[in-house]
């Protein structure tokens, strides 16, 4: 064998060898991909990086806490170690909750506050803030995650629903960060969590002030985390997709003050909401800039759209056609 032949033997090999390697990472990575339900650096960190507990003492403020994904994160985050200040409108429920992390977390009740909070009320923020200072002397973490969902078509929703959508969903956790904010700057130190929605990323039939309302959220807040970063302040979107809770019932429709009322289905696919909980405080845990938790196919579309827009965008037009009929026949389990 001659030298030129061996050379090329030799980059054969290692060409062979180097994509053999490359091909069974890819098919090893899809795999984990295909059966997890989170982006894989969220997977990443729950078998790697820092678990909930490191988060122990800290102050956690969160709003939407009288239910859903609020209610099981205050019992994820109360099992962590942390103090709880917990809003929502309906202060019967908030103390429901806290009761509940009394009883089965095993919380003291001075480390729990209950601050009943209505996000439309902007000019009682700051109040809320006083008191939540007066009590605990601090904030670490602001939970902001209030918010309702829709069910209605583009066309007949009115501008009054946008607009109220808007000012609950966005305006309301703007408003609430802008009066925790100045304590945080002050302290050189906090973390700003924002729970948003793949529909933050994603256009979707039945969703279009909803969906409007977390895509502002990551242009507020991507901006805001740029702002920050030298105050020593972390920015967090959160992204989940269809989780179950109680949200269907007080969901916007086109109409200016109706709610759905609509309860969901047990066999749709959804995540249950007290594992999107325990994701949501491994992203908070190991401040992650974004975070996504969704079973699939919503998942992996996530990716699509992020990586191959114009695809998935073609892909969206023709497959949402299902969703779209079942709204059109005023059904609700669309997952």
Not at 33 to 51: K, Q, R, V
Not at 95 to 108: E, I, P, S, W, Y
Not at 206 to 224: I, M, P, R
Not at 287 to 299: F, G, I, T, V, Y
């Amino acid at each position: 064998m001659t030298e030129t032949e061996s050379v090329k033997n030799g980059a054969t090999y290692f060409f062979t060898v180097a994509t053999v390697t490359i091909a069974v990472f890819i098919a090893a990575v899809g795999m984990v991909f295909m059966n997890t339900d989170c982006d894989l650096l969220l997977w990443a960190a729950d078998y790697i990086g820092s678990s909930p507990n490191v988060l122990a003492g800290q102050v956690v403020w969160i709003t939407g806490a009288s239910g859903g994904i609020g209610e099981a994160l205050a019992y994820a985050l109360g099992a962590a170690g942390c103090r709880l200040v917990l809003s929502a409108r309906r202060e019967h429920e908030l103390l429901r909750v806290k009761q509940n992390c009394l009883d089965k977390v095993g919380m003291k009740s001075s480390d729990i506050l209950v601050v009943p909070l209505d996000l439309l009320r902007m000019e009682m923020h700051p109040e809320a803030v006083s008191t939540v200072l007066t009590h605990f002397n601090q904030i670490d973490i602001l939970v902001n995650n209030a918010g309702r969902s829709q069910r209605a078509l583009w066309m007949k929703t009115s501008l009054e629903v946008d607009r109220e959508v808007l000012e609950l969903n966005t305006l309301g956790p703007v408003s609430l960060t802008k009066a925790v904010l100045p304590h945080m700057v002050k302290r050189q130190s906090g973390h700003i969590v924002v729970v948003s929605s793949i529909a933050g990323h994603l256009g979707t039939p039945g969703l279009g002030s909803y969906a409007a309302s977390k895509h502002a959220l990551h242009g507020f807040y991507d901006t805001l985390r740029l702002e920050v970063f030298d105050d020593n302040i972390t920015v967090s979107l959160l992204c989940p997709g269809p989780v179950f809770s109680d949200a269907l019932k007080h969901a916007f429709t086109h109409d200016k003050g109706q709610e759905l009322g609509a309860e969901m289905n047990p066999t749709e696919n959804r995540m249950q909401v007290d594992r999107c909980a325990y994701l949501m405080a491994v992203a908070i845990a190991n401040k992650l800039n974004e975070a996504w938790m969704s079973n699939q196919p919503e998942l992996s579309y996530v990716y699509f759209n992020q990586y191959m827009p114009t695809f998935a965008k073609w892909a969206a037009v023709h497959i949402g056609g299902k969703r779209l009929k079942k709204i059109k026949e005023g059904k609700t389990d669309l997952h």
